[in-house]
């Protein structure tokens, strides 16, 4: 079997490896390349919110709203709780005539650690638009008043919003909504458990598709890469570096997705212990691999992306002490 690992080191030594499955596939579906189990049912995090984004584009809440490309991308971001997320947060809130109170997601320490040390300097209370998933329960808000659904219990199983993302991710994932998994995200809302190789298809079909709406938030993620993670973040840095060539979104528990539009290609992959360090360079290596067997048909400038290409890792003074490398190759059909 085919493998992908990525290996911890420390002054030299393999400290620990953590290994990953991989599918890359066609928009019909068909594995193009993988490691390790491509069946592998995961849950797809937040990886996953472009799709949870569709229905407030194709439904004509986004436009009713005055929703642009600013408001778009961060409806499918996990942001950095920078001043500029939290900023386009709360016009989206405005928009709507909502509160951020109404916002389920509730706060959490940022995921920029640079911002979390500035917010406990000033003594900044945390509040639930600096969630980095407040972008998407901002839209969610949103599709429920545009629908005039009620908006309590919003990110819940069963709630009408809910019952309309659940159709969107069956469509593009081509699942029933029965053989999708729904847990309860970290945000509150619903998450969905799938296969690697459905989650790369709606990638690989997301990437190509000719719908306006999938357009739109591909476009809006291309424009505005900061404002889907944040300064340093890989999905930022991405995007910025191969923009409109490769679209990508992180999510919890080592999950990571990307599109290759111009390869038709779409790309799932989980960290199996979960170990979020470890998925960008993973992410970075597949990309490396599919790149070389196109024979750099399309690419991606990496030299700007060496530090998540093999994380160095530090120890409390700074120092050096090892690194994150991916080793072992994708198998190719």
Request: proline fraction near 6%; aromatic fraction near 6%.
């Given at each position: 079997?085919?493998?992908?690992?990525?290996?911890?080191?420390?002054?030299?030594?393999?400290?620990?490896?953590?290994?990953?499955?991989?599918?890359?596939?066609?928009?019909?579906?068909?594995?193009?390349?993988?490691?390790?189990?491509?069946?592998?049912?995961?849950?797809?995090?937040?990886?996953?919110?472009?799709?949870?984004?569709l229905p407030l584009v194709r439904d004509g809440a986004a436009d009713r709203f005055g929703f642009g490309p600013r408001e778009l991308a961060l409806a499918c971001a996990s942001h950095s709780?920078?001043?500029?997320?939290?900023?386009?947060?709360?016009?989206?809130?405005?928009?709507?005539?909502?509160?951020?109170?109404?916002?389920?997601?509730?706060?959490?320490?940022?995921?920029?650690?640079?911002?979390?040390?500035?917010?406990?300097?000033?003594?900044?209370?945390?509040?639930?638009?600096?969630?980095?998933?407040?972008?998407?329960?901002?839209?969610?808000?949103?599709?429920?008043?545009?629908?005039?659904?009620?908006?309590?219990?919003?990110?819940?199983?069963?709630?009408?919003?809910?019952?309309?993302?659940?159709?969107?991710?069956?469509?593009?994932?081509?699942?029933?909504?029965?053989?999708?998994?729904?847990?309860?995200?970290?945000?509150?809302?619903?998450?969905?458990?799938?296969?690697?190789?459905?989650?790369?298809?709606?990638?690989?079909r997301f990437g190509v598709s000719e719908l306006e709406a999938a357009r739109r938030l591909r476009e809006a993620m291309w424009a505005h890469p900061e404002l889907v993670a944040g300064t340093?973040?890989?999905?930022?840095?991405?995007?910025?570096?191969?923009?409109?060539?490769?679209?990508?979104?992180?999510?919890?528990?080592?999950?990571?997705?990307?599109?290759?539009?111009?390869?038709?290609?779409?790309?799932?992959?989980?960290?199996?212990?979960?170990?979020?360090?470890?998925?960008?360079?993973?992410?970075?290596?597949?990309?490396?691999?599919?790149?070389?067997?196109?024979e750099r048909r399309v690419s991606v400038p990496m030299e700007g992306l060496g530090p998540h290409v093999e994380p160095l890792l530090r120890n409390t003074r700074g120092v050096v002490t090892?690194?994150?490398?991916?080793?072992?190759?994708?198998?190719?059909?």
């Amino acid at each position: 079997m085919s493998s992908l690992l990525i290996e911890s080191t420390r002054s030299g030594f393999v400290e620990s490896v953590h290994h990953v499955s991989v599918a890359v596939v066609d928009p019909h579906g068909e594995l193009v390349a993988w490691a390790g189990d491509p069946e592998r049912v995961s849950m797809w995090r937040s990886a996953a919110k472009a799709f949870q984004a569709l229905p407030l584009v194709r439904d004509g809440a986004a436009d009713r709203f005055g929703f642009g490309p600013r408001e778009l991308a961060l409806a499918c971001a996990s942001h950095s709780s920078e001043p500029v997320h939290r900023e386009v947060c709360a016009g989206m809130l405005r928009a709507t005539g909502c509160e951020e109170s109404q916002l389920a997601c509730g706060p959490h320490p940022p995921l920029s650690q640079a911002v979390a040390d500035e917010a406990m300097r000033m003594g900044t209370p945390i509040t639930p638009k600096w969630s980095n998933c407040s972008g998407k329960h901002a839209g969610m808000l949103a599709l429920a008043k545009h629908h005039g659904w009620h908006t309590e219990g919003y990110e819940r199983s069963g709630h009408p919003v809910q019952a309309r993302i659940l159709e969107e991710v069956a469509h593009w994932t081509g699942l029933s909504a029965d053989a999708l998994l729904q847990a309860v995200d970290g945000c509150t809302a619903v998450c969905f458990g799938l296969p690697l190789r459905a989650m790369a298809m709606a990638y690989a079909r997301f990437g190509v598709s000719e719908l306006e709406a999938a357009r739109r938030l591909r476009e809006a993620m291309w424009a505005h890469p900061e404002l889907v993670a944040g300064t340093g973040r890989l999905c930022t840095e991405l995007m910025a570096a191969g923009r409109g060539v490769v679209l990508a979104k992180v999510g919890a528990e080592g999950i990571y997705s990307a599109a290759v539009p111009a390869l038709g290609l779409g790309i799932a992959l989980k960290v199996e212990d979960g170990d979020m360090r470890c998925s960008p360079p993973a992410l970075l290596e597949v990309l490396r691999q599919v790149f070389e067997r196109y024979e750099r048909r399309v690419s991606v400038p990496m030299e700007g992306l060496g530090p998540h290409v093999e994380p160095l890792l530090r120890n409390t003074r700074g120092v050096v002490t090892g690194s994150l490398r991916a080793v072992g190759r994708l198998r190719f059909s």
